[in-house]
């Protein structure tokens, strides 16, 4: 790519009061997890994840979508930060002002390559919790009974099924969490938008709304998406090659 968009958008970065950073699947693609739209090769091919990620196909297979949680659950402990986590880390340390990562994803990549300043919108694969919230809205179980291999296991609390801690359609996200990314999308002067294809709401809705308040939108995906036309910067390609060129652009 020419260095000229990679300037403009370090730049931006360096001026910015405010840079708030949201990503999406895309973003983990380079460490070998699959995008939430591609999350369905091979034996979940035949399926469609919007319709596996809900309560409704929870309670009518809960096998199926326990195992299918177990599946991603072991593809991300295998993998690693990609050079674009890395990089996101190293804004976070070079940045002098405000800050904030807002992810979409449940994967802890963020976490691992050294960003500390994080919101998750839809909650922690690695976390599970009971389905019936029998202590509270979420009943996190950090241990579940070894001896007990059913799937999906039971709540020591009401033997009640456990489920991932993650936020399924048809489901609010966190109020906290959409909260603050709401609130850091309305102060921010720079969004950098990276590796979603900005269909799922409300997440969707954040970049609209920095652009809104007057930030200009810097958005790192291979493809267009609906995000593109508020754009003033587009880098086009994989953000584990791109954004190390953008820090490399900081420091000059
Ligand atoms: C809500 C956790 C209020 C689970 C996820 C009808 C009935 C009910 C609801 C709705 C409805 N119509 C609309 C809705 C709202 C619904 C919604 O938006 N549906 C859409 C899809 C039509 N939203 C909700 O239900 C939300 N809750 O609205 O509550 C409510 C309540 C009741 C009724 C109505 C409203 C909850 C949404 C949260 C769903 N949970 N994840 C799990 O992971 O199993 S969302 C899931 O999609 C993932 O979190 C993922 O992050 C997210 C978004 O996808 P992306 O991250 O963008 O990933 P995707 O694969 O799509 O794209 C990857 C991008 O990366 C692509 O653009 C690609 O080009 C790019 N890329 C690829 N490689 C690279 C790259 N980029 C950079 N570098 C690369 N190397
Ligand atoms: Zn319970």
Not at 37 to 53: F, K, N, T, V
Not at 65 to 77: D, H, K, N, T
Not at 82 to 110: C, F, K, R, W
């Amino acid at each position: 790519m020419s260095q000229e968009p990679i300037q403009y958008a370090a730049d931006l970065v360096r001026d910015a009061r405010y840079v708030v950073i949201l990503t999406g699947a895309g973003v983990s693609k380079e460490s070998g997890v699959p995008t939430f739209r591609e999350a369905m090769d091979g034996l979940w091919s035949h399926y469609d994840p919007q319709q596996l990620a809900t309560p409704h196909a929870f309670r009518a297979n809960p096998q199926l979508v326990w195992e299918w949680y177990e599946w991603r659950r072991s593809l991300v402990s295998e993998s690693m930060p990609n050079a674009g986590h890395m990089a996101l880390a190293q804004l976070e340390q070079l940045h002098p002002g405000d800050i904030l990562t807002v992810t979409q994803n449940v994967d802890d990549l963020h976490e691992r390559a050294g960003s500390q300043r994080i919101v998750h919108l839809h909650g922690n694969i690695a976390r599970n919790k009971c389905f019936d919230s029998c202590q509270g809205e979420p009943t996190l179980l950090d241990t579940l009974d070894a001896t007990n291999d059913s799937k999906p296991p039971r709540c020591p609390y009401c033997g009640g099924m456990v489920r991932p801690d993650v936020v399924w359609f048809g489901e609010t996200l966190p109020v906290h969490a959409i909260n603050r990314a709401i609130e850091a999308s309305q102060l921010c002067d720079v969004m950098l938008v990276i590796g979603t294809s900005g269909l799922v709401n409300p997440a969707a809705q954040l970049p609209i709304l920095a652009a809104q308040n007057g930030a200009s939108i810097i958005e790192v995906n291979p493809d267009t998406t609906p995000i593109t036309p508020l754009a003033k910067v587009k880098l086009t390609g994989a953000s584990g090659e791109l954004l190390p060129q953008v820090i490399m652009a900081l420091e000059v």
